[in-house]
């Protein structure tokens, strides 16, 4: 059964780095999302992508935030310049499924 | 605010009882939904969706969803241990735009 992949599983960084946390979504499939959750918080939508573009995002997803598809498979989601607030769960998603997520912990 | 409303729980079941969890959504243009499981330090695993008002039904699972009273629900049969787990309710506002609820904590007595 396809799944969706992440790397890295855990990505410790200090504040002010930039992270890129990655994804490679179901083949063939044509929407992908990224979300987060703060630990012991709600699952929060951050941007949705479609065609190669971003469809929609939230107030979450500010200036700091970008995501790409650089090739036909990987879907990354760019964190400029990280504060301690970002230390979550991070979740690509390809239509509504999950991938297990990247545990960002922000120092 | 678009928001979408679960009970925390947790909700605690004996083995072998129906489990009942429940939704509300504030956006009337909602046409469908989803349920999550998730278990501790996972991510959520599709469980299913509906989109028709009524009942939809798979395995020891059934969705409800009644659009008039912005209301979701679902309904476990036959609870397992392992069915404890938190259960998110999910829906959409706008075209690829996904709010979650804060989930309901399952717990099945064994």
């Known amino acids: 059964e396809p799944e969706v992949t992440q790397t890295p599983s855990h990505q410790v960084t200090q504040m002010g780095q930039e992270v890129i946390l990655r994804c490679v979504p179901i083949?063939?499939?044509?929407?992908f999302y990224w979300y987060r959750q703060i630990l012991g918080q709600k699952v929060e939508f951050l941007v949705s992508?479609?065609?190669?573009?971003?469809?929609?995002k939230s107030e979450i997803f500010d200036d700091q935030f970008s995501v790409e598809r650089p090739d036909g498979s990987n879907f990354t989601l760019k964190i400029r310049s990280t504060k301690l607030e970002d230390s979550a769960m991070y979740f690509c998603?390809?239509?509504?499924?999950f991938g297990p997520g990247t545990r960002l912990t922000v120092l | 605010q678009k928001e979408v409303e679960q009970n925390s729980g947790p909700l605690s079941v004996p083995e072998g009882a129906i489990a009942s969890l429940n939704c509300t959504y504030s956006d009337r243009g909602s046409q469908s939904f989803f349920w999550y499981r998730q278990y501790s330090g996972k991510s959520p695993e599709l469980i299913m969706f509906i989109y028709s008002n009524g009942d939809k039904e798979d395995g020891r699972f059934t969705a409800q969803l009644n659009k008039a009273s912005q209301y979701v629900s679902l309904l476990i049969r036959d609870s397992q241990p392992s069915d404890s787990a938190t259960y998110l309710c999910?829906?959409?506002?706008?075209?690829?735009?996904?709010?979650f609820g804060t989930g309901t904590r399952l717990k099945v007595l064994a």
């Open positions: 998603a390809s239509a509504q499924y």
């Open positions: 999910a829906a959409p506002t706008g075209t690829y735009k996904y709010i």
């Open positions: 083949s063939n499939h044509l929407y």
């Open positions: 992508f479609y065609n190669n573009e971003i469809s929609e």
